[in-house]
């Protein structure tokens, strides 16, 4: 080939491979403005589209209002009184980061976590109930939640960590006083429907105010010296902790003691009723704190760090309750009658069994006593002796 004919083919060659870069160039642009579109276009309907699916004249906000000017309908709806509401929501605000937002008050996030604690309403339902998206609903609940968990350091404590003064539960009856003058409060488990299956441990004051909730066994919490907790047949006799007499034929739960006729007889009986009496306050307030925030009996699938701080946050609420309601249906029920009995549905025990097991396991001398402590054997022996002295006066 001739260089007049290669010099005439190169300009041509040139041209067309120009025009092949300029074809692609074109074609990577189209798509990329095509992704960009299609990016944008997911933004917008995510977070900046908020359909109008929802046309009540009655919003979240006028909903919340509603609920707290009529009489009854704070307790039914938000499990606490109106004036209560108010004054967590303002306490909230003030000092555990609660903050309003130009899309919602402070006040309306609150009610929307307390109707999902009190119902177990889904998110749907809270959407055509306050008017807002999914998404602001499940933002909202975790921003109270927060606050709550926050709040919760200040208010599941004791009031006095070296429990200088004696409950007035005690000191002022004469079932009790002076005999269980070291008591400080009661231990038990019970179950709350999560996803390990487990509950926690409760430990609880006689003004039925929850003091702290553990995952497990707690025998590495010691009480002060000279003071005990008041635990189930289902724990040993450790130092710090205060069970019944075990063994067949001797019975321990209240209400063994009240399906019969025969009182209470002989040393073992007479303190384990009188043990179980003292002790049954934590069962009743295991029920006023279900009874109250119906979550509890099955927790949605939240991640189990939210399922856990759930279970902390109610306990929470119901200590701010007891503190701050000048009236309560569920806790004037157990202020009225001390003999009061929980009606709650057989619930598994945290270490696995359930109280019925608890209750078959001691009555058939199953139990271990070998752990026990000598010195609170000590203690559960004057007390025993101590109560025998005062029923023969």
Known sequence: MSETETENKDPEMDMEVLLQQQTYEKLRLYVLVAFGLIVCTEYYVKFLSK???????????????????????????????????IKLANLLVANYGLHPTREMRAEEALAIFLVI????????????????????????????????????????????????????????DYKFWPHFEGCIGAIDGTHVRALDGKGPLMILAF??????????????????QGKYYVVDA?????????????????????????????PPTGFFEVFNYAHASLRNVIERSFEVWKNRWRILFNIPSYKFSTQCKVVVVTMTLHNYIRKNALKDEEFDKC????????????????????????QSNYNSGDTDDNDDDNDMAIVRNNIASSLMSRSSI
């Open 207 to 224: 003004s039925l105010q929850h003091r702290k909730s553990y995952k497990g066994k707690i025998y590495s919490h010691i009480p002060p």
């Open 335 to 358: 202020d009225e009658d001390p003999d009061y009995m929980p009606n709650v549905e057989e619930e598994d025990d945290v270490d696995g069994g359930t109280h019925g097991d608890y």
């Open 51 to 85: 359909q109008k699916v929802r046309t009540s004249i009655c919003s979240g906000w006028q909903f919340v209002i509603e609920v707290l000017n009529t009489l009854g309908e704070s307790y039914r709806t938000f499990r606490m009184e109106s004036h209560v509401f």
């Open 117 to 172: 604690c009190a119902h177990n309403h889904s998110n749907r339902t809270l959407q055509t109930r306050f008017k807002h998206s999914g998404e602001t609903i499940s933002r909202k609940f975790n921003e109270v939640l927060t606050s709550l968990v926050a709040f919760s350091r200040d208010i599941i404590r004791p009031p006095d960590h070296l429990f200088k003064e004696v409950p007035s539960k005690i000191r002022e």
């Open 234 to 262: 289902g724990y040993s006799n450790k130092k710090g902790y205060l069970a019944p007499f075990k063994g067949k034929h001797i019975r321990y739960h209240l209400p063994d003691f009240r399906r019969s006729t025969q």
